[in-house]
């Protein structure tokens, strides 16, 4: 198993507060993925990094934001929780060997589920 | 715009049947696609993937996929399935000359004995 690990991987907060979800990663990867998870949706990409403090938007990145200051760290930040943010939120890496991250498989993390009340 | 659409949400099988996981894909150009299975409680894990060459592609435990070009599609399959294979299933899709890996919404094959 790739090494991916996600803290916490539960957390219940309030409307209104920050959160951070933190991936961990021993692979030595460059690129790493934040999605989130939803029934009727599958996964939707929030933001990725294609490096240390190169990070770039996805299809569902309003109300995130990331930070990737070390190459096996990539944080997830919920500035201010809503409730449409209840989700399970997972991390993923690919090996960044090609150059273009599309062609190449990401592994993944456990998850976390993040209940926003 | 590049979208991938799984046609069944629930597959219901018995132990030891067949089972087809439909996927289909909308795009203009050439694409990689995935399969990819959640079991209970985990993260995704590839089953297998088609980037060039052999249009039937095999994958872990006893899986294979189809590419149809014509057709848009790349259908999963298993001759017999087990009790174990219950999980959720999801195909992606990529584009040559994009940077974005879509998911499907995942067809989740339960299987009985």
């Known amino acids: 198993d790739a090494g991916i690990t996600q803290s916490p991987r539960h957390k219940v907060t309030e409307t209104g507060t920050p959160v951070t979800l933190r991936c961990h990663q021993t692979?030595?990867?460059?690129?790493m993925y934040w999605y989130r998870q939803d029934p009727g949706h599958g996964l939707r990409l929030i933001h990725y990094s294609y490096g240390v403090k190169d990070t770039d938007k996805g299809e569902v990145s309003d109300g995130y934001s990331v930070s990737r200051s070390k190459t096996e760290d990539f944080l997830l930040t919920l500035e201010s929780a809503t409730s449409s943010q209840t989700s399970v939120y997972f991390c993923?890496?690919?090996?960044?060997?090609?150059?273009?991250?599309?062609?190449?498989?990401?592994?993944f993390g456990p998850g976390t589920r993040l209940l926003v009340l | 715009a590049q979208s991938v659409t799984q046609l069944d949400s629930q597959v219901p099988v018995f132990e030891e049947a067949p089972v087809e996981l439909r996927c289909n894909y909308s795009?203009?150009?050439?694409?990689?696609l995935f399969w990819y299975v959640q079991y209970p409680n985990q993260g995704l894990q590839l089953l297998l993937k088609y980037l060039s060459g052999s249009t039937l592609v095999k994958g872990i435990n006893g899986f294979e996929a189809e590419f149809n070009k014509s057709q848009t599609s790349f259908h999963l399959r298993k001759p017999s399935v087990h009790i174990s294979d219950t999980a959720e299933y999801f195909c992606a899709v990529s584009e040559f000359n994009t940077d974005k890996l879509i998911f499907g919404t995942g067809t989740r094959l339960q299987v009985f004995p």
């Open positions: 692979e030595n990867h460059r690129y």
């Open positions: 795009s203009s150009v050439s694409v990689y």
């Open positions: 993923a890496i690919s090996e960044g060997a090609s150059g273009r991250r599309t062609d190449e498989t990401q592994y």
